[in-house]
């Protein structure tokens, strides 16, 4: 797979501008620290086993539900609370992008691939713009789930920031 996106009518492209630096930015999505603290969808939380920030380099992080609602639905659907995930960064470029290739190896009854997502930081005086361009899953039921999940967690990263500013 091509670590470049071509673009497509299905690339998504979630944009949000955070009243923080671009390094307290790149600090939340390079370090265990940082990701543990919003890189997730909500009812869920992570802990990250591994991270060595280089093209080629692996991050591994394990997935747990931990609300209710989310629980439940686990249980109901024949899924593990917790769940192993694995990415592989194809560019590290301090404080303006990051890409990486996800392992989709969980959907049943569907071969795993690689997924690619890209993640631009401009920085803008005291703000940070960050643009995380999404291609598409295999069918658009898990795509748009995909960006939805994306975009919460890029909600989430908003709340992350604020904590970090008191």
Known sequence: MSTEFTPSS????????YDAPA???????TTAAGLEEWWVPDGFEIRVSELELRPGGQLRYTMTATAPE???????TG????????????????RTRLSYLSLIDFVPGHEPY??????DIEPAGDRT?????????HDETWTQQHRAHRG??????EAAVRRRAL
């Open 23 to 29: 390094e307290l930015v790149w600090e939340l999505l």
């Open 152 to 157: 919460n967690e890029l909600d989430n990263l």
């Open 70 to 76: 989310q629980v439940a639905f686990m249980r109901n």
């Open 10 to 17: 299905d690339t998504a492209r979630l944009e949000r501008t």
């Open 114 to 119: 690689e997924h690619l997502t890209t993640i």
């Open 129 to 137: 713009k960050l643009v995380m361009t999404l291609a598409p899953l």
């Open 79 to 94: 899924n593990p609370l917790s769940a192993e995930f694995r990415k592989t960064f194809t560019e590290v470029a301090s």
